[in-house]
T-cell receptor, first 114, second 116 residues
Framework: GQQLNQSPQSMFIQEGEDVSMNCTSS?????WLWYKQDPGEGPVLLIA?????ELTSNGRLTAQFGITRKDSFLNISASIPSDVGIYFC??????????????FGTGTRLQVTL | EAGVAQSPRYKIIEKRQSVAFWCNPI?????LYWYQQILGQGPKLLIQ????????DSQLPKDRFSAERLKGVDSTLKIQPAKLEDSAVYLC??????????????FGSGTQLSVL
């Protein structure tokens, strides 16, 4: 089945630093989504991408849909303590009977120190 | 707008017991999902409903898991009998769009299940 690998698995950064994380797939996706999950809560949608090469921002967050359609990137600028959490990428495949099924990555745990 | 509601928030049971989780999706959302999230992993789809019909249950362990959405609104997920490896957070999600590339899922807070 489809697999999504996220890197890094975890990262410690200082407040104010920029953060980059990425997600790679073994197959092509036609949609990429980025979610953030706080402890004890469900994932919350941050950014949705629908076209190869698309670059979309949401405040301090910017995500890109890779040209190969097998990867996506998330950047967070000027991190703040509330950015702490687990970031998941999710992809939706094409040309399958369950085309709408989302496959989630393994997550990147972000910790921000003052 | 109210979000996806789930209950209970936490459940502790012994192996071989049964347990049920409840989900109320966002009003008007026709599509409902149950996901299993094991500690340290991303959510994994168990079952998808479109109104009261099952769209995809290919990853549901049907020998012990069952789910229903009788009136196309609320849904329950049941495990009987539970095993140690069922310890996880069970997330419910809903969306308004029919299956399509631009469908966006909204998640509830989940039920954390511990099987002892």
């Amino acid at each position: 089945g489809q697999q999504l690998n996220q890197s890094p698995q975890s990262m410690f950064i200082q407040e104010g630093e920029d953060v980059s994380m990425n997600c790679t797939s073994s197959s092509i996706f036609n949609t990429w989504l980025w979610y953030k999950q706080d402890p004890g809560e469900g994932p919350v949608l941050l950014i949705a991408l629908y076209k190869a090469g698309e670059l979309t921002s949401n405040g301090r967050l910017t995500a890109q849909f890779g040209i190969t359609r097998k990867d996506s990137f998330l950047n967070i600028s000027a991190s703040i303590p509330s950015d702490v959490g687990i970031y998941f990428c999710a992809g939706r495949g094409i040309n399958t009977g369950t085309a709408s099924k989302l496959t989630f990555g393994t997550g990147t745990r972000l910790q921000v120190t003052l | 707008e109210a979000g996806v509601a789930q209950s209970p928030r936490y459940k502790i049971i012994e192996k071989r017991q049964s347990v049920a989780f409840w989900c109320n999706p966002i009003s008007g959302h026709a599509t409902l999902y149950w996901y299993q999230q094991i500690l340290g992993q991303g959510p994994k789809l168990l079952i998808q409903f479109q109104n009261n019909g099952v769209v995809d249950d290919s990853q549901l362990p049907k020998d012990r898991f069952s789910a229903e959405r009788l009136k196309g609104v609320d849904s329950t997920l049941k495990i009987q009998p539970a095993k140690l490896e069922d310890s996880a957070v069970y997330l419910c999600a809903s969306s308004s769009a029919l299956q399509g590339y631009n469908e966006k899922l909204f998640f509830g807070s989940g039920t954390q299940l511990s099987v002892l």
